[in-house]
């Protein structure tokens, strides 16, 4: 059976992508008009842009620590594979609690943008002024509660949910710029990496409840529903720069090839399994605004307040105050 390389260094792939996002937004200036070309050619003369901080949710792809800090208990952290080498070996030296051999991708977009590494929100006794990581392994789009009603027991997916995350966000904020107003102008400098999200969301369905990749894209509009929803509640803390990840090929998980591989038939010329990359399907037009062009679900609130910006379509900003959601 073929090994899937696209898992050797995600990472660095993703976040060479953000970086490069980014970087081409702020030289462009968001303006209409602006060819790729162009856009690409601005962002090689501009410099980075500078923000205050980086605020990061997710799951295990950007955890860096909220699920060991977390844990008083010593079996439990023992149990954690990411606790014991070869995580962390190519940067850290050591495991750090992150599933990675070295740097996740938020590690890499907080050093490409001058922001030190970013620490786990529930560490004691850290400066979060420039940044604060609240992703957790098991974090999810939709809530427990949701899942409990689908009778899914497994507390591996009640460690952070997105809801519970932004919670944990809030919570901070007086600790990181004091009163309400100078935090609208502090996160208004600030750039947000919300998610990926999604990802354990189809893990329940397929690994808890057994579903084929069809029967759990039924669950898309409510998983979609739960970011957009996310998203707006950034947006009303003041948060202008958003950028929202798409989830890594379900079909090259390493987990999921003796699980549901039955051959090199069932693969497609990475070594991944075909059926399973159909997952997600396309949420970028989901998450736009009906006036960019998408068909939000029923479930999913307008973005209406935010430019969405999706890396293959950009969108034309609304106006120089816009916030800008990178989709």
Request: aromatic share 8%; with cysteine.
């Amino acid at each position: 059976m073929k090994l899937p390389s696209l898992y050797l260094r995600p990472s660095l792939l993703m976040a060479s992508l953000v970086i490069q996002l980014i970087t081409v937004v702020v030289a462009s200036g968001g303006g209409s008009g602006t060819t790729s070309s162009t856009a690409a050619a601005a962002a090689a003369a501009a410099p980075t842009k500078k923000y205050n901080a980086m605020f990061t949710f997710g799951d295990s792809m950007d955890e860096t620590g909220n699920i060991c800090v977390g844990s008083s208990n010593k079996t439990e952290l023992n149990v954690l594979t990411c606790t014991h080498p070869p995580y962390g070996e190519t940067y850290f030296g050591r495991p750090s609690c992150r599933w990675c051999d070295g740097r996740v991708v938020v590690d890499f977009v907080a050093q490409a943008l001058g922001l030190p590494l970013l620490p786990p929100s529930k560490a004691k006794g850290k400066d979060f002024r420039r940044g604060v990581n609240m992703a957790i392994t098991g974090g999810t789009a939709m809530n427990f509660s949701f899942y409990k009603s689908l009778g899914i027991e497994n507390l591996v997916w009640n460690h952070g949910s997105l809801d519970t995350q932004i919670q944990w966000f809030k919570e901070l904020l007086p600790s990181i710029c004091g009163r309400e107003q100078s935090c609208k102008g502090y996160v208004r400098k600030s750039l947000f990496m919300f998610g990926a999200y999604g990802g354990n969301d189809y893990n329940v369905q397929l690994l808890e409840r057994g579903l084929t990749p069809e029967q759990a894209m039924n669950y898309t509009p409510k998983i979609v529903g739960a970011i957009a929803n996310g998203v707006q509640k950034l947006i009303a803390l003041g948060a202008v720069h958003v950028v929202v990840p798409g989830i890594f090929p379900t079909g090259c998980l390493p987990i999921f090839l003796p699980l549901f591989g039955d051959g090199d038939a069932d693969l497609d010329d990475a070594g991944c399994l075909k059926a399973y990359n159909l997952l997600p399907p396309d949420q970028v037009p989901q998450l736009d605004a009906p006036e960019a062009g998408g068909s939000p679900p029923a479930e999913a609130p307008q973005l209406d307040e935010a430019h969405v910006r999706g890396l293959l379509r950009p969108r034309v900003p609304d106006g120089p105050g816009a916030p800008q959601v990178w989709v």
